[in-house]
């Protein structure tokens, strides 16, 4: 069978949003014998129709796999859930792909290792659709050793990119790809309110917008030459100036103040600009707002 492991090993998935739903079909779809935990049990329901148990208790759930994904809002769910069954993570391995900070990481690493549990972080660079599709690729960091052991099985969610044994730089990357996506998106409803605040159709307005996203690509290319421009601290090109963008950051909060929406984000914008222009980069290229975000003096 496609996708199948050779050892389709016992997994346990604690946590049953929309992401752990889907992580937890696609185990059950490569052969692995699924348990299932979730605070409201019938979240469950669709999984044990299709063949998964459902534990009664965390730490029946911990003891039925191999190894045990958690998939939860943040990392303090976890202790919810797992600070009242310490006594089961003896020997147990543990793969937390929820969100959270690096340090909070670092802390639950020592927590779990404390409890004679191994422990890898990681965070699912994908919307839950696409888990377990040739697009999908998840972050990991923790011991090597771990990760070797259990790649196999995690390669069914998606692409594992391994970033070293510090548990906290999984999170790191993943808060890092997240900045770009909720900036991004945030980005996509201000022109939408923007549009809609004018009294225009929306719907017409969408399309484009998802135009100006797949420009981006296209400008930035392969991004060597970007990441050349970062790595150097040098920002020639006359195409898109500080100055010539920052202008347009002020008609953006203008047109925002005028349309009636929120200028909180294009206020934000705008300041990276001003900054910038401030500290002498308004003829560089916009990627010299970079000396701005990074605050670091040379
Ligand atoms: N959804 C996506 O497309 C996506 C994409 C990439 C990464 N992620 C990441 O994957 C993780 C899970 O995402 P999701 O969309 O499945 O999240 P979600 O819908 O918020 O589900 C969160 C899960 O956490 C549980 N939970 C939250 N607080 C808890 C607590 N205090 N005690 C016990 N259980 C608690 C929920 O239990 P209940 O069911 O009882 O509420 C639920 O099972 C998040 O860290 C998210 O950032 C999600």
Redesign the pocket.
């Known amino acids: 069978m496609p996708g199948m492991t050779s050892d389709p090993a016992p997994v346990t998935v604690i ?6 739903r889907a992580m937890a079909a696609t185990l059950m779809a490569a052969g692995h014998p699924v348990t299932v935990w ?3 049990p019938g ?1 469950a329901a669709d999984l044990v129709a299709a063949g998964a148990a459902l534990a009664p208790t965390p730490a029946d759930a911990v003891a039925a796999g191999r190894l045990t994904i958690l ?4 990392y ?2 976890m202790h ?2 797992l600070d009242a069954s310490t006594g089961a993570l003896a020997g147990a391995t543990l793969v937390n ?3 959270d900070t690096p340090d909070v990481t670092r802390e639950a690493a020592a927590w779990a290792a404390g409890h004679g549990a191994r422990f890898l972080s990681g ?2 660079m ?3 659709p696409m888990v377990g599709t040739a697009a999908a690729y998840v972050y990991y960091s923790g011991p090597e050793r771990v990760f070797r052991d259990h790649e196999p099985v995690l390669g069914l969610l998606g692409a594992p990119r391994y970033l070293g044994e510090d548990p906290g730089q999984s999170q790191l990357w993943y808060q890092a790809q997240l900045a770009v996506f909720l900036t991004a998106l945030s980005g996509l409803l201000q022109g939408a309110a923007m549009v809609s605040g004018s009294g225009a159709p929306v719907g017409r307005f969408l399309p484009d917008a998802l135009d100006t996203l797949a420009a981006i690509p296209a400008m930035i290319g392969s991004g060597e030459d970007l990441a050349g421009e970062l790595d150097t601290r040098a920002y020639p090109g006359e195409l898109s100036t500080v100055s010539m963008m920052g202008a347009t950051a002020e008609h953006i909060v203008a047109t925002s103040g005028s349309t009636g929406v929120d200028t909180e984000l294009p206020r934000a914008v705008r300041s990276h600009y001003e900054r910038a222009i401030t500290a002498g980069h308004g003829k560089d290229n916009w990627a010299a707002l970079y000396e701005v975000i990074r605050r670091d003096r040379r």
Do not use: E, K
Not at 15 to 20: E, H, I, S
Not at 71 to 74: F, G, I, V
């Open positions: 946590g049953l949003g929309p992401m752990g979730n605070r409201t979240r998939s939860l809002t943040d303090r769910a919810d859930i792909l929820s969100s965070g699912v994908v919307p839950a």
